[in-house]
């Protein structure tokens, strides 16, 4: 018998805190499996968020540090200067990247800094009990928009990929999402192409996931899978924002 | 062979960090520290090592957290307000132990306050400026020649307790110009392994670098981890200096730019026949408790001198534990105390015995 399906080397053995239906297991894995694929597990650091996936080092069975609440790409510049030759990526939310860390993440990208990061949108603040973020979507219900997001009093949905395409320093961004087979496989894809083009040292690249988040949606993990088919994915459509390498 | 220069302090510091081998700076315009982001931006590139201004405080700080977990000696400089910023990060850099040099070139407060010495931020470098139960080494320097000296052996203190210090110094001492000098070729020194260092887990297990513990009891055990180790450089890195305190009838109590002035009051008293001596606290973290106790007991009263409204003297009271014998005079909002306004004081406190 050929053993068909295994855990990836660079994942370790445990069960995530992850809620039922939550992304971000799904997620760290296709990070594993690139990791794997390149090789690169003994030369990989990645910088963990403030959020759910606070945790990562729990899971991924390479070097990772946390950073402070935003900060990840700041600490992910002096990481990857001082070792310019390391697979450096980021792992961060849309609150720890979209809100409290807009600053460090435009900056990073706008000087070029040779690292990678992975976006995760699931429009809430799922750590501290789905309170709304940047991202979530008009008529959204969370903790904190009790009568859902309004424009004229909460704003809209913030695009970060397309605010930092027009940086010079940034090389790659997609959207991608993982609410079906194909998606998974897609969001695997512009992954690795991310981490192969630090390698390359293209500069600054960027991928973000759309992810579901069941417990805060208020939805079973197939109807939040069918929500970002839905309703999702309109306001954040999938593909390659900016392809310059 | 020594080399000399005529340097201001702020350079002096710079330099000091480049000698003691520091690879990483991360600094953002703020007055009075601006000759040293730009002294640091022409010898980082000099010497081929990472100099980023960055985009904030904020950034500035959790670079030199990374550039640090990566093993790297690493620096950000900064004054009052911008210093305040950076406490979130010196509070990361204490929780997950990782050594960094922060210097606080300090201004008038609070607020924007203004941009002329001050030591408005004794109680913010020395109490735990940032959140939860930390230390940091504190050294204050008073002279150009010990904004090098101090900030190159800061690099070495960081390393051997793996953990932040802090050069805190005013905007006097930033901006003056005094003769600097050093051993030709001066070598980093200190230099110690870094097997806790994010380098990639090449023959070895993963590691991780991070303040958060949520284990049931686990969180404690660091605290009381870090306690020991806070105990530690309290024993071992007491640092003053004594100028006549033995036999004195009153010793004043000062640190940086005030304790150049009180050393000469100390030789202007004398002449009037007045035995007064000088205690300057080189080290304000760990401070000099067991040597002003020890004073204390021959019955010396005491002056603490500073440019602020008071925050000092709480620790020259805790170690004396006879608040009639301590008085403090200070000047706040970028002002500095005179000779002859510290020498009134001291003429004062004489009377009323």
Redo the contacts between chains.
């Keep these: 018998m050929t053993k068909k399906f295994t855990k990836p080397r660079s994942m370790k053995d445990a069960a995530t805190h992850y809620c039922p239906g939550c992304g971000h297991g799904l997620i760290h894995r296709l990070i594993c499996e690139v990791i794997d694929e390149m090789d690169a597990r003994e030369n990989a650091i990645a910088i963990a968020p403030v959020g759910c996936a606070v945790l990562a080092y729990d899971y991924w069975d390479f070097d990772t540090m946390e950073a402070p609440h935003g900060r990840t790409p700041a600490v992910a510049t002096g990481v990857k200067r001082i070792l310019p030759d390391r697979l450096v990526f980021t792992y961060q939310g849309d609150g720890d990247l979209a809100a409290i860390g807009t600053a460090e993440i435009i900056h990073a990208g706008n000087r070029g800094e040779n690292i990678s990061v992975v976006f995760v949108n699931n429009g809430v603040y799922g750590m501290t009990g789905g309170q709304m973020a940047p991202t979530t979507l008009l008529g959204q219900r969370t903790a904190t928009s009790q009568f859902t997001r309004r424009a004229d009093k909460e704003g809209f949905p913030l695009k970060i990929l397309e605010m930092m395409a027009v940086l010079p320093g940034v090389t790659y961004l997609e959207r991608t999402s993982v609410h079906s087979p194909g998606d998974v496989m897609n969001t695997k894809k512009a992954i690795k192409k991310a981490f192969h083009l630090q390698l390359e040292k293209k500069g600054f690249t960027m991928v973000e996931v759309i992810s579901p988040c069941p417990t805060y949606w208020g939805l079973t993990p197939i109807e939040a899978m069918e929500r970002i088919k839905k309703e999702v994915v309109k306001e954040y459509p999938l593909g390659v924002v900016k392809d310059g390498g | 062979m020594k080399e000399k220069y005529l340097s201001t302090g702020n350079e002096a510091c710079g330099e000091g960090a480049i000698r003691a081998g520091c690879?990483?700076y991360?600094g953002y315009p703020i007055t009075p520290q601006n000759e040293l982001i730009a002294y640091m931006s022409r010898r980082m590139d000099e010497e081929n090592r990472?100099f980023?201004q960055?985009?904030?405080e904020?950034?500035?700080i959790?670079?030199?957290?990374?550039?640090?977990?990566?093993?790297?000696r690493?620096m950000t400089t900064s004054s009052s307000p911008g210093i305040s910023l950076k406490q979130?990060?010196i509070s990361?850099l204490a929780g997950?132990e990782l050594p960094a040099v922060i210097v606080n070139v300090m201004r008038g407060g609070p607020g924007l306050g203004n941009i002329a010495p001050a030591q408005g931020d004794y109680f913010q470098a020395t109490k735990g400026g940032g959140h939860g139960d930390y230390r940091m080494l504190v050294l204050a320097p008073a002279s150009v020649q010990e904004m090098f000296d101090f900030t190159y052996e800061a690099f070495a203190l960081a390393d051997r307790y793996r953990n932040p210090v802090m050069v805190l110094t005013d905007g006097m001492l930033g901006q003056m110009m005094e003769p600097l000098e050093f051993d030709k070729g001066i070598k980093p020194s200190g230099i110690v392994d870094k097997p806790w260092a994010?380098?990639?887990?090449?023959?070895r297990k993963?590691?991780?670098?991070?303040?958060?513990f949520?284990g049931e009891g686990v969180l404690e055990r660091h605290n009381k981890k870090l306690q020991e180790k806070y105990q530690r450089m309290s024993d071992k890195e007491v640092k003053f200096e004594a100028y006549k305190t033995e036999g004195a009838e009153i010793i004043l109590i000062a640190y940086g730019t005030v304790s150049r002035i009180t050393r000469a009051c100390v030789d202007t008293l004398a002449e009037e026949g007045v035995k007064a001596g000088l205690l300057r606290p080189v080290t304000l973290w760990p401070f000099p408790c067991a040597e002003i106790s020890r004073l204390a007991k021959k019955g010396t009263k005491f002056l603490v001198v500073e440019m602020n409204a008071g925050q000092m003297v709480e620790d020259v009271r805790l170690a004396v534990q006879d608040d009639k014998r301590v008085s403090f005079y200070g000047r706040m909002g970028g002002e500095i105390p005179s000779e002859e306004e510290i020498v009134g004081e001291v003429r004062k406190i004489r009377k009323g015995k």
């Design positions: 690879r990483f991360g990472i980023i960055s985009e904030s904020l950034a500035a959790n670079m030199v957290l990374g550039a640090s977990a990566a093993g790297a690493a979130e990060g990361y997950c994010m380098t990639g887990a090449k023959g993963a590691g991780s670098v991070k303040s958060l949520l």
